[in-house]
């Protein structure tokens, strides 16, 4: 156990040095940050000193190693846009993205969980039909299409909830069902795949012989045992949400890290970029870490494999 | 991630986190049907189309579908804020759509199955270091790579089709990998080893075949999945850029007139979800044909 | 913030400590007894004033003055700070600072007197020690002020008359100065730059403008106070919130549902919706924003080297039509690559007109090769309203007249990296581009725009860099006017541009205020903001 646990651990690190390497030559590529920063009245030698108060005058495998000293020391530089600390923007950002996806995860739950139970109770139903007639619909609806049309029919036809901004419940509404919307899609077709599974089992056959009331059966037994995939499925979409909510911040005028990482690499912004996708790439291989463990732990065969 | 996560469900691309096999004995005829209609739209489609699809005719703007007040049989679904049919933008975006999808999904395909052959066969370094990279890739959320490639890149349609297919390409090479890695232990591979054969040919004639139904499983999932992709670059404005059209685009550039116009934003969505749910449809019944045991 | 924490955050300056670096403290206690405004009432107290929520569209890029980056920072530094001279209410230079001015007959040197009552934020009145400082910084190497080169740097000296009076000695005659004090020459205090440390501006942008700046958080708002002892333009509101939200529908949104009371930047197409609503009215106003297609007359299609051609490219477009469909109205048709209150764009020419018949016919007889496509690069995300659909739109005419095109839309970074560039791009044909004059003095955008080798020209021609040259070589406001309207005729007939239109600024105005945004300044000016009666 301790050897799979240092081995993924190992792993994590150098991808984790991969990604600073392609962030750091991906953020390059987009292009020269100094018309964007500098008047059209600047000189070649205005020019020249912004490139080389930044470093950018120097050699990219130079400036690479001054990049990676100063990220072990937590430093990502400063932002040419908003000439403050590039992570200290990202952390102001992260907030309010983690709360996204947050609230999204439990409409996804709140929506999934019953609606795959359901299904899986009445195999053949017109129910089940229904059912995956919404997850197949919620997978294939683009987030900003469904935000679009959440604005349409709630903020502009009956303007009942604000169509955009951050601060109160009611700007949650709308971003929140959106994405929710989209990965309940997956957890009502997790769960009912799951619970299907879990209700052929001999040992919930064997209560339906007991007698045991079928609610019991269902709440207590299926559900406990359907529900570790879900649960570590769970662990993994809320990274994928973490990610995914670019758009539907977008879409919201979201204050969140997507927003932030878009309007960076408009731009040119390079420390933002760089502190932006660092942040969230950390945050997803932590989470996709930390299921992987728990697999292992759970289910010994892994960590053997 | 290593072998673990093969038997994840959810994971490596199955939309559906895997193991529903419900209706997998009869094709999805609608789904089916939509998605020949939209290849034939794709092919046919300036042969179709009423107009062609970028020409303005600012005598005829915003002009609504002909069911709503003010609407013409001129154009049925309306027109666009340059005066464009929207019914011809349609069926030329379903060209662009499609065949962004389509070439994203083969060359991610190509080059990942490429890469997860290599890395499942050979092992060692090669594979220590492809996975790596894999992870790296996957480590991303894969809008966000998306988008700096394009700035990085440009945008245009070779731009996306590749800026598309590396951000695709990890999720096959890690189905691949792991699909070798089992295949590899097998008797018929061990005795081809032993028979002599070298490495390529045994990978690509004994292996490769084997592990086929996954990838075109994964592939055809993956095209609603790029369809999704490639509309969400250009509603951002980093995607598709007129004179082609593409659904995303048409959302994009009709968004400002949701107030005045709803059918800007209304048809080009509804464009994207019907070709989505059908290429998913289709792929959820290849996958559970092809693939009863559900590792996808 | 009360006034007391004000004065006391003031009276203990912390430098230093980054955690308050942006609150910047208002001096306002011990003057404010006095009344000192000249024409204004007599202040009232600050807490008894309303609050102003105003919705703006970008962030500031730089707080200091020295240093501003482009038009879009105005909206900061047309509030805040001030120049000797610059526009008044109706965008007219005017004397701002100063309270009058006398010119040498050779042009080459300016006497100013300051307003007696001209204070900065902190309480100080502005001398003439600081006028002479606000030059020294300006052009100081290690300020790096990108643009000294367009007025400061062609300042001699500044002598020190007396408190209230300085000399200004140019180096070169420039008729264009009185013009660029407002945006290319603000008046900092002395006193605070240099107590304030290396980038005193970003601490506290201290200024003498009718609003004080208190507190900025980036990219989400910035905080003003109207100025009580202003010398003239006393605001009627105590403290400002400018909200910075980029998304065009959820800024207009705010001005719907009354979060904020002016939304900016309104685009033309959600005008008309806002428009219908009881509790919104729609402010537009001409402003200098100027939207056209540039021509690459240097190494793209050979055709574009011949002044026949660019005149009958320019009679392809129809420019009204195009502009009612795009920007439903909300803008100046221009036949002139200028609109017409710049200083001697006001010359009669005829315009070109939508000839499509004609400009085919004079195509053909120049010979021009209709089998090589024009490549048109526009802008894919941009800061002008309507971009893709404008360049979508004169592509289309000019398909009319058989010129085959290819768009090719970038973001805005890398839009500006090629309309930019020094080297200009041979497999670019034509730009979608847009420009802002920040004053009425033409000579700043066509230095850039047509000059030789200038950053956004993609045109070359000896005779007219010649009448750029003398352009503001003039003493004679007459003899200049006749002049700079003779190179606008000849750059009419040279057509190295097809100009299409003026923008309007469009604002969403609560109600209950009443405002006449300041014309041809494209930022919001905000001091004449009042409560509708």
């Known amino acids: 156990m301790a050897r799979f646990l240092l081995t993924r651990l190992g792993q994590a690190l150098v991808t984790l040095a991969l990604l600073t390497v392609l962030i750091f030559v991906l953020a390059r590529l987009t292009g020269d940050p100094t018309p964007l920063v500098l008047p059209s009245e600047a000189t070649e030698a205005d020019r020249a000193f912004f490139r080389q108060q930044y470093g950018l005058d120097r050699p990219v495998h130079e400036q690479y190693v001054v990049f990676l000293r100063n990220v072990l020391r937590g430093d990502f530089g400063i932002s040419f846009r908003y000439r403050e600390p590039a992570f200290d923007l990202v952390l102001a950002a992260i907030g309010p993205t983690l709360q996204l996806a947050g609230v999204s995860m439990l409409v996804a739950i709140l929506l999934g969980l019953p609606l795959g139970i359901a299904a899986a109770l009445r195999p053949g139903s017109w129910l089940a039909a229904t059912v995956r007639g919404y997850a197949s619909l919620g997978q294939a609806m683009p987030t900003f299409w469904t935000g679009l049309m959440l604005i349409f029919v709630f903020a502009i036809s009956i303007p009942v909830l604000p169509s955009s901004g951050y601060g109160t419940a009611a700007n949650f509404v709308l971003p929140a069902v959106t994405l929710g919307f989209y990965a309940s899609a997956s957890v009502t077709m997790l769960t009912w795949a799951n619970m299907t599974e879990a209700l052929r089992s001999d040992f919930v056959q064997m209560e339906r012989v007991l007698g045991i009331p079928r609610r019991l059966i269902v709440l207590k037994h299926a559900l406990r045992n359907a529900s570790l995939p879900i649960v570590t499925y769970l662990g993994l979409q809320f990274g994928l949400l973490l990610g995914g909510a670019v758009v539907t911040e977008r879409v919201f005028a979201w204050p969140g890290v997507g927003q932030m990482l878009v309007d960076a690499i408009l731009n040119r912004d390079y420390p933002v970029v760089q502190a932006a996708v660092m942040l969230t790439a950390v945050l997803v291989m932590t989470i996709n870490l930390v299921v992987d463990l728990l697999y292992a732990v759970l289910d010994p065969r892994v960590s053997r494999s | 991630m290593s072998a673990a996560a093969g038997e994840r469900p959810g994971d490596a691309g199955g939309l559906f986190g895997g193991r529903i096999r419900a209706g997998a004995g009869r094709p999805p005829l609608f789904a089916t049907a939509i998605c020949l209609l939209l290849v034939v739209a794709a092919l046919g489609g300036g042969a179709i189309a009423p107009y062609v699809p970028d020409e303005a005719d600012f005598t005829a703007i915003l002009a609504p579908p002909a069911w709503v007040e003010g609407g013409s049989l001129a154009h049925p679904l309306g027109t666009d804020q340059l005066g464009r049919d929207m019914l011809s933008r349609l069926i030329a975006g379903a060209r662009i759509s499609l065949l962004t999808a389509g070439a994203a999904v083969l060359a991610g395909g190509t080059v990942g199955v490429a890469l997860g052959l290599a890395a499942g066969y050979l092992g060692g370094v090669v594979e220590a270091v492809v996975m790596r990279v894999v992870d790296a890739f996957l480590a991303l959320p894969f809008i966000l790579m998306a988008l700096a490639f394009v700035a990085a890149l440009g945008t245009g349609i070779g731009n996306i089709i590749l800026v598309m297919m590396l951000t695709n390409w990890a999720r096959y090479a890690r189905l691949v990998r792991s699909e070798v890695v089992s295949i590899k232990k097998r008797d018929f591979v061990l005795l081809a080893r032993v028979a002599g054969l070298r490495p390529l040919p045994i990978a690509l004639r004994h292996i490769l075949p084997n592990a086929l139904t996954s990838i075109l499983v994964l592939g055809v999932l993956d095209v609603g999945r790029a369809i999704i992709l490639e509309s969400s670059l250009s509603f951002l404005g980093l995607g598709i850029q007129p004179p082609d059209v593409s659904w995303g685009l048409a959302l994009a550039e009709g968004r400002t007139y949701m107030t005045v116009a709803w059918w800007l934003t209304v048809w080009p969505g509804l464009a994207i979800v019907l070709a989505v749910m059908s290429f998913n449809a289709l792929g959820e019944w290849l996958k559970a044909g092809f693939d009863p045991r559900g590792r996808l | ?533």
Request: include cysteine; glycine fraction near 8%.
């Open chain 3, 1 to 533: 913030m009360t006034q007391a924490d004000a004065n006391a955050a003031s009276a203990r300056p912390n430098p230093s400590a980054p955690g308050i670096g942006r609150r910047a403290a208002l001096l306002s206690g011990a003057g404010a007894a006095v009344a000192m405004a000249a024409g204004a009432a007599v202040p009232a107290r600050a807490q008894a004033r309303p609050p102003l929520t105003v919705a703006i569209g970008t962030d500031l890029i730089t707080q200091d003055p020295c240093r501003i980056a482009g038009g879009n920072d105005y909206f900061f530094f047309a509030n805040v700070f001030e120049g000797l001279y610059g526009p008044d209410e109706n965008g007219k230079p005017a004397p701002l600072l100063a309270e009058s001015h006398t010119a040498s007959p050779d042009g080459l040197s300016y006497e100013f007197t300051l307003r007696p009552n001209a204070r900065f934020h902190s309480g100080e009145p502005v001398t003439a020690e600081d006028v002479r400082f606000s030059w020294q910084r300006a052009v100081a190497p290690e300020t790096r002020n990108p643009r000294a080169s367009v007025l400061v740097a062609n300042i001699a000296d500044v002598e020190v008359l007396d408190q209230r009076r300085c000399r200004v000695k140019l180096k070169q005659r420039d008729a264009s100065f009185l013009d660029n004090c407002g945006e290319y020459w603000y008046i900092i205090s002395k006193k605070h730059a240099e107590a304030g440390g290396e980038n005193p501006f970003d601490r506290q942008p201290i200024g003498t403008g009718p609003f004080a700046f208190v507190e900025r958080r980036v990219r989400s708002y910035i905080k003003l106070r109207g100025f009580e002892q202003h010398w003239g333009r006393v605001p009627a509101f105590g403290e400002v919130t400018l909200k910075i939200i980029p998304d065009d529908q959820s800024r207009v949104a705010q001005v719907q549902t009354g979060e904020s009371d002016i939304v900016t930047n309104v685009p033309p197409v959600l005008a008309a919706p806002l428009q219908r609503l009881p509790n919104v009215q729609v402010v537009r106003a001409p402003s200098f924003q100027n939207i056209y297609i540039a021509i690459n007359a240097l190494n793209g299609h050979p055709g574009l080297r011949r002044a026949d051609v660019r005149r009958a490219l320019n009679m392809a477009v129809d420019k009204a039509a195009l502009l009612r469909a795009t920007m439903l109205g909300f803008a100046q048709q221009l036949e002139q690559p200028c609109h017409p209150d710049i200083f001697g764009c006001d010359a009669q020419v005829t315009p070109y007109g939508y000839n499509p018949d004609r400009a085919r016919q004079i195509l053909t007889e120049a010979g021009f090769d209709f089998g090589r496509p024009l490549k048109l690069l526009g802008q894919g995300t941009g800061r002008v309203p309507q971009a893709r659909e404008t360049l979508q739109g004169v592509a289309a005419f000019l398909n009319r007249i058989g010129i085959r095109t290819e768009i090719n839309m970038l973001d805005y970074g890398a839009w500006i990296s090629v309309y930019g560039a020094r080297q200009k791009d041979p497999s670019v044909d034509m730009v979608f581009a847009n420009f802002t004059d920040y004053n009425a003095d033409p000579s700043g955008r066509l230095l850039r725009q047509v000059r030789t080798g200038a950053t956004y020209s993609w045109y070359s021609n000896p005779e007219i860099d010649a009448m750029l040259d003398r352009m503001n070589d003039f003493a004679s406001i007459e003899e200049r006017r006749a002049f700079v309207r003779r190179l606008f005729a000849r750059l009419h007939e040279e057509a190295p541009l097809i100009p299409l239109w003026t923008v309007d600024s469009i604002y969403g105005v609560g109600r209950g205020l009443s405002w006449k945004p300041t014309p041809h300044v494209s930022w919001p000016v905000l001091w004449n903001v009042r409560r509708a009666s």
